[in-house]
């Protein structure tokens, strides 16, 4: 069932992607020759974003970072996996010169706030 999850094209990636559109901004999608394959990236200001969902990446103190009763120590280790995984990227990417932020599948539910991030993280210089 879990393999039936898109990782692209997700409900909360959607609207990143028209905020950010509305916005004026223009970028390429999943780009796979820069680590982590980036959501949005936006060459002209070489900034990314990410869009994160709670449960996967381990938002913490968020009320969707559940760990399934069954299995847990594989649950943990995937998570933890996961989470190591988003920092060697962001580490990888912030080493190529790229600025990059993190969106929460959480934070897509509240949009005025969101715009106002997305504002802040790309006129920012």
């Not at 980036?38 to 994160?52: A, S």
């Amino acid at each position: 069932m879990m393999a039936s999850i898109g990782q692209q094209g997700t409900k909360p990636e959607m609207i990143v992607r028209r905020l950010c559109h509305s916005l004026g901004y223009r970028y390429r999608l999943h780009v796979k020759t820069l680590p982590g394959s980036p959501d949005l990236v936006f060459p002209r200001c070489k900034k990314i974003i990410f869009v994160h969902g709670c449960f996967w990446h381990r938002h913490e103190n968020c009320s969707r970072t559940t760990t399934p009763k069954t299995r847990a120590a594989f649950w943990e280790k995937k998570f933890a996996d996961n989470v190591r995984r988003d920092e060697q990227q962001i580490s990888q990417l912030g080493a190529l010169g790229w600025q990059v932020l993190i969106v929460w599948e959480c934070e897509t539910k509240e949009q005025i706030s969101l715009k106002e991030k997305l504002i802040r993280f790309l006129a920012g210089k």
